[in-house]
């Protein structure tokens, strides 16, 4: 016995178990499927439970989305923390359903090689079975031994356990894969009509077909009892992840025995029937988590609106701070950047650098790393609009009015700045300033 045998032991036993007892394959595949459900329903309500917890918090990561910006390092670490704190894994709801998906290993390998792992046969032993039925090129491959087990009947009974010894004979058995009329033990065609029309040739073929749509009929109902309360919208999905369901069933359907399409069609079955009874016993959390989320609504409301607020009167008491326009055209000739006379003189020579010097003409520019966080702006504080003159009007009267008497002022500058001539440059002025200078050093 191999290491497989022994890991597919539970497996095997329970199916083996079921066949003994009902004498039908295509039941005891059915009541396999059952137990296996039974088995994972608490993680599958666990799994429920950490998606009604991460439907909760989604207004939370979004606030924590807001904060943190275009800052895409900030807000993995803030989620992540966010994570920690509440004790939240992310892909808690997502990992339960692929337990059904591994389950399909062994039970296909149960379904495909059955004198192996429900009889616990070796190869020697199969091939001695296989001779004893009159298949004399048998080889062990593809679904030969599922039609070998199909070839066991009372008949030749005896002659396959004389084949394999007096210490396996005991597991040798007759598996019955007739399920309605339709042979488990063949692989469905999709050119049915091929070689004749039959019930089971037909049969055969519908199997994977309401597979197929079974498997679309739960992922909706799965879909519909997600949602998490009456006025929320179920999600859409995405079209690769509907078609991914129906199209992995029709491959198994067509490509393996019928045995698999009939834990596919019972797996769709049950799998409906646990959502509504998730849904029944979760009927308290999914109202605790609306109740949450109605809270967290209202909060996200209110901070929403204190954020516009101290925005509104952040940009209020910059324009009430500003300075006027006007005044600031009318600057002194000294306090503007222009030809500075003491970095241009060396020694004697008032002008060895040149009468348009600038030392701080080319000024060094710190570095800024262009894949690090968003380089900070700093803009002139534009006009109110009229949803902020009314968030700071009601909120601060006074730093409403001051930002009001500042536009105002400001308007007027520029109104007055526009109809004023323009002023000679300065330029010139500096020029014969700095050439008088020089012929008064030039006369001494």
Known sequence: ?????????????????????????????????????????????????????????????????????????????????????????????????????????????????PLKYMMWLTEDAVKAVAAAVGWTDFTIGGSNELILASMLTAENLEAAKTAVGASAAAGVFIINFDFFGINLSEVPQLMFWKDGISWNSFGLFLLPVISALLSVVTMLVTQKTNVMNKEQQAPKMNLSLILMGPIMSLWIGFALPAGMCIYW???????????????????KDYEAAQKEMAEQAVKAKEAEKERRRVAAEKKAAAIAAGKDPKKAHQKKKQQEPGVDLSASREGLRAYARGRAYDPSRYPVTPYWDPNGPAKPVEEEPAELTEEEKKIVAESNPELAAQAEAAEKARAEAEKAAAEAPAEESVEGGDYEEAYAEDEDNGET
Do not use: H
């Open 1 to 113: 016995m191999d290491i497989w045998q022994i890991l597919m032991t539970p497996f095997s036993w329970l199916l083996k178990l079921f066949c003994d007892v009902f004498n039908s394959y295509g039941i005891a595949l059915f009541l396999f499927t059952i137990v296996i459900k039974v088995v994972l329903f608490p993680l599958n309500l666990k799994g429920k439970k950490s998606m009604i917890k991460m439907n909760v918090m989604n207004g939370q990561l979004q606030e924590i989305q807001k904060r943190c910006g275009n800052d895409k390092e900030k807000y993995n670490q803030e989620v992540q923390k966010f994570y920690a704190e509440n004790n939240v894994n992310p892909m808690g709801g997502c990992g339960w359903q692929m337990i059904p998906l591994i389950i399909l290993y062994p039970l296909y390998a149960i379904i495909r090689r």
């Open 265 to 283: 069609i019972a797996n769709s079955l049950l799998g409906m029937v646990q959502e509504i009874i998730c849904g029944r016993l979760l009927r």
